[in-house]
């Protein structure tokens, strides 16, 4: 069974830093196409990162220039790490295998102004 298991979020200060790790179990992460996405409340989830397997990174707009996605085959964990936050990026954070359509349950990252 593939899981899909979001950390590091949290409340932090808007100007701080946060780091999301998605570690990947029951499956070979190596080959999947992996992402993180987000919902603040009262909005529809939107996409924020994008990994392919060979490395080739996308963003959403609003994330350029601020977050970078990585990951690391040998711990199949992918990461998300998000600079200069702002209060609008306080959402549920989720971790997204695009190959499987497979979601996490998400953590919680609040900014405060």
Aim: glycine residues 10%; proline residues 2%.
């Amino acid at each position: 069974q593939v899981q899909l298991v979001e950390s590091g979020g949290g409340l932090v200060q808007a100007g701080d830093s946060l780091r999301l790790s998605c570690v990947v179990s029951g499956r070979t992460f190596n080959s999947a196409d992996m992402g993180w996405f987000r919902q603040a409340p009262g909005k529809e989830r939107e996409f924020v990162a994008r990994i392919m397997r060979s490395g080739y990174k996308y963003y959403a707009d609003s994330a350029k220039g601020r977050f970078t996605i990585s990951r690391d085959n040998a711990k199949n964990t992918v990461y998300l790490q998000m600079n200069n936050l702002k209060p609008e990026d306080t959402a549920t954070y989720y971790c997204r295998d695009f190959d499987i359509e497979a979601w996490g349950k998400g953590t919680l990252v609040t900014i405060s102004s």
